[in-house]
């Protein structure tokens, strides 16, 4: 398979929408932590979750945003061709002039039962919220297919997730 011509965005979102967790790791003072989270993306590729701001990944996360993760369907059979991500990236705390956008992301990919008539996005705002929406920006993505790539994982070029500017 050649990976210059692979259908990169195609298969990325696939992956995506097969699971609706990922695990995601963080590294702090005493060791690494890893922690499922419901997770939703953008066109981007960035990945949102929302945390309590005390949790353990929280507070490691506040002292050095560098995380990874792995996003994969637990529903394949790892006896037939199974297919996922491992990514690295920097974990941001939204601020609260963009949660009403990323609120919308959020809870488009939601379970219906999450969406409660008094789930509004200022619930999200402000130092003392409960709960906090936090956006990862990928700084590197590995992806496996035995479909296409046998056992070997594959980088996804940076320009899938990170396009280049256009100079005038």
Known sequence: ??????????????????????????????????????????????????SQPKSRHMGYIANRNNVSLAIYSTQQDPAKDVFGIQMRGHAILVDDADVEDVFKIYYAR???????????PEKYKGARAEWKFVKIVPTEIYYFDTRFFGEKRQVVPMDVYRPRIARV
Not at 9 to 32: H, N, P, R, W
Not at 110 to 117: C, D, E, I, L
């Open 1 to 50: 398979m050649d990976t210059k011509t692979f259908d990169w965005k195609k298969y990325l979102v696939e992956c995506f929408e097969s699971t609706q967790f990922l695990a995601l790791s963080s590294l702090g003072a005493d060791g690494i932590w890893t922690c499922p989270l419901f997770f939703a993306f953008d066109e981007k590729y960035n990945l949102y979750f929302i």
């Open 110 to 120: 939601s379970p219906a039962g999450a969406v409660m008539q008094d789930n509004l």
